[in-house]
């Protein structure tokens, strides 16, 4: 049974596998060379015993041992020097230097080790032990594959052969040091192949986990932004409907005391029209104060009801076009008061089932907050259009923009900014919008402010 699944055994990983399995054969040549080297002095200095013991003039083979040791130990501390030359600190770095550097420092000692076993130690014991114990710790040490070792392990062999064709005379030996040197050839190649493969398979499963993990991630990560989503229309939903339900409360109470309180007002208003009329020039100033306040209280009455309907809506289908241009006069008249600059832009749209009371109510209190934002000079700009299945009234201008505080708060009742404010322009405009299932968006930067109604196409 497979540990991850058959499919994904492609050649996509296979060069950082590669340079995985070099990147780590590297770092153990320097740590075999080390080993090596302290080996060879340590036997430089077993030779020195042997030269004292006059060993090196009854059998030459402990001379040409001593030269043997002296190559080893000299290519082993080059090694050691070439690698600080060229260390590779992270996988991305290697080269092809640095895969030719270790093949070659391991084809060196087998062939140095062929030698001495097939030649050398054939003079002094006649045995290959050297060979097969520097065959053994390659194909253990490094990771081949098999057209690799396979070239490396059979030149060797066959130096191994021919140096013992020549040099041992003894059948008997010869014979048993060919089986044996064959023997763990191809026990080495078998080894190294096999840990190869072991190699390449553990680091292409750690692939395919890491693979896995990212493209799970990337799945939670998904699933996380859609609950994100949802949770944050959940919210605007939940914010919706707070501020319907203090909407729906403010209706309640102007439609319980409207009446009460504009009668007795009304009365108040007339009497002091009366008195007026009766009172010196002097004193004719206090009446007009006193009768324009209350048509200021009667004003903010009128929106207070606005924002709950105490009369149905009166539905009639209307293009919001018509409604736009047939209200431009009074909102021009606004713009030369303010002395600001109105463009218009009504794109052909379907008729819509509107209260044209309410909708010129709602686009005039829109242009006039656009007004009151921007200084003389700005230019406010309303739109028409269709987005998908919506008919869109944009209201533009060129003010400082809104606040992310502010923002939050628009369309609540007795919220404002403005000194003379009553907090209720907004509010009556969400109601309007409410009403005539639509929805209103901002689009807000420093640079100006974009009111967007949305209401939906009639089916």
Request: net charge neutral; hydrophobic share 45%; glycine share 4%.
């Amino acid at each position: 049974m497979e540990v991850f699944p058959l499919q994904y055994k492609s050649e996509y990983h296979k060069k950082d596998i590669e340079e995985i399995i070099t990147y780590n054969n590297f770092k153990r040549t320097k740590n075999l060379s080390i080993i090596i080297l302290l080996l060879s002095i340590f036997l430089l200095f077993i030779d020195y015993l042997n030269r004292a013991e006059g060993l090196w003039i009854i059998n030459n083979g402990y001379l040409y041992l001593f030269y043997s040791h002296v190559a080893l130990s000299s290519v082993s501390l080059l090694c050691i020097l070439v690698f600080y030359k060229i260390i590779a600190h992270f996988v991305n770095e290697i080269t092809l230097f640095h895969k030719l550097y270790v093949i070659l420092y391991s084809f060196f000692l087998l062939s140095l080790t062929a030698v001495i076993s097939g030649w050398i130690d054939q003079k002094i014991h006649g045995q290959i032990i050297v060979y097969l114990i520097i065959c053994i710790t390659i194909a253990v040490m490094f990771n081949y594959n098999i057209r690799t070792i396979t070239p490396m392990y059979g030149s060797s062999c066959v130096v191994l052969m021919i140096l013992l064709t020549i040099s041992q005379k003894d059948l008997n030996i010869r014979q048993g040091n060919y089986i044996n040197g064959f023997s763990i050839v191809l026990l080495s190649c078998f080894l190294s192949a096999l840990l190869y493969k072991l190699k390449r398979r553990d680091l292409l499963h750690k692939f395919y986990l890491e693979d896995l993990v990212t493209e799970r991630t990337k799945e939670l990560q998904t699933a996380n932004d859609l609950l994100t989503q949802e949770i944050l229309e959940r919210k605007r939903a939940e914010i919706e409907m707070a501020k319907l339900e203090r909407l729906n409360l403010i209706g309640e109470m102007a439609a319980s005391i409207s009446h009460e309180v504009r009668n007795p007002m009304t009365t108040v208003k007339g009497f002091l029209q009366l008195l007026r009329n009766k009172q010196e020039p002097r004193d004719i100033e206090y009446f007009d104060l006193m009768i324009e306040e209350l048509d200021r209280a009667n004003s903010i009455l009128a929106e207070f009801l606005s924002i709950r309907r105490t009369k149905p809506t009166m539905f009639q289908l209307h293009n919001i076009n018509d409604i736009v241009t047939s209200t431009l006069p009074l909102i021009q008249a606004d713009a030369q008061n303010n002395d600001t600059l109105v463009t218009v832009e009504l794109n052909n749209v379907p008729d819509l089932q509107l209260d044209i009371q309410e909708i010129r109510q709602l686009i005039l209190n829109l242009v006039r907050n656009g007004f009151e934002a921007m200084s003389r000079g700005g230019q406010l700009r309303i739109r028409t259009f269709t987005n998908n299945s919506e008919v869109v009234l944009a209201i533009s201008d060129e003010g400082n923009g809104i606040e992310q505080y502010i923002l939050e708060k628009l369309g609540t009742p007795f919220f404002t900014t403005k000194e003379q404010g009553t907090g209720l322009g907004l509010a009556v405009c969400y109601g309007i919008v409410s009403r005539h299932n639509g929805r209103i968006s901002v689009d807000t930067s420093p640079i100006g402010s974009t009111f967007y109604v949305y209401i939906e196409m009639s089916k």
